[in-house]
């Protein structure tokens, strides 16, 4: 998201980071995060720079670098949602496994248990290719968590998830933070009390590439992309 070299000198009990807005990717005002062994809470990400303040013994994420994976295509995340279709109908033996897979006796057995732990705990629904799953919870700081499970893969689930921030935004004044990947979204409700309707997760599609156009202008991920592409351009 943003690393622990950014930070610069003390302002008045405020610590200030330098480096541009499109770096700080995942964070919002308000969030805390671990620098050391210290947390502090982000007050303000301006146009070049993040003021943060001291929030002693609160929780705190971790600083990443996320990455600029390309994400699971759309057919193998059809694939092996069939697969784990199959295997929570019970058509996949250890035997089966160990004969077809290459899988060994532990991994053909954890495999099984850990497919057999996610239909226990959603009424034996899981995530294939013909089915998406949503769970909700809160997290350890109370706020509400929606996670969309589905194996279709971050090329699906980037600009669906950004789909979904801007319905929340248009249609509740919500600002919600979605973090997506290969397996799905998560998407934390910061400000909410009660869950938003399921309306703003499953979207019509026909509204899918108006929402993702709109909100994608404003986004760090294009802002990064424009910089890189607008370096290479002068270099050319």
């Not at 405020?14 to 620098?35: I, P």
């Not at 943060?52 to 600083?63: D, I, N, R, S």
Request: charged share 30%; glycine share 8%; with cysteine.
């Amino acid at each position: 998201d943003w690393s622990s070299d950014v930070c610069s000198s003390d302002l008045e009990g405020h610590r200030v980071g330098e480096l541009d807005e499109e770096m700080v990717y995942e964070s919002r005002t308000g969030e805390t995060f671990l620098l050391g062994a210290s947390t502090w809470r982000i007050e303000e990400i301006g146009r070049d720079r993040v003021v943060v303040t001291p929030a002693p013994g609160e929780p705190g994420k971790m600083p990443f670098w996320h990455g600029d994976a390309l994400g699971r295509p759309l057919e193998l995340g059809r694939a092996i949602g069939a697969f784990v279709r199959e295997v929570a109908a019970g058509s996949w033996s250890e035997d089966r496994l160990h004969d077809e897979c290459g899988l060994d006796e532990l991994a053909a057995r954890n495999l099984l248990a850990f497919v057999t732990a996610e239909t226990s705990a959603t009424d034996g629904v899981v995530p294939t290719d013909r089915q998406i799953v949503v769970e909700r919870f809160r997290d350890e700081l109370g706020d509400w968590r929606v996670c969309v499970l589905s194996p279709f893969g971050a090329r699906v689930h980037a600009p669906w998830a950004m789909a979904i921030e801007e319905t929340i935004r248009t249609r509740l004044g919500l600002e919600v933070q979605a973090i997506w990947g290969d397996d799905g979204i998560v998407v934390r409700l910061p400000e909410a009390d009660d869950l938003p309707p399921v309306e703003s997760i499953v979207i019509d599609p026909d509204q899918v590439e108006e929402l993702v156009v709109g909100s994608v202008a404003g986004s760090a991920l294009f802002a990064s992309r424009f910089r890189e592409n607008a370096a290479r351009a002068l270099l050319l």
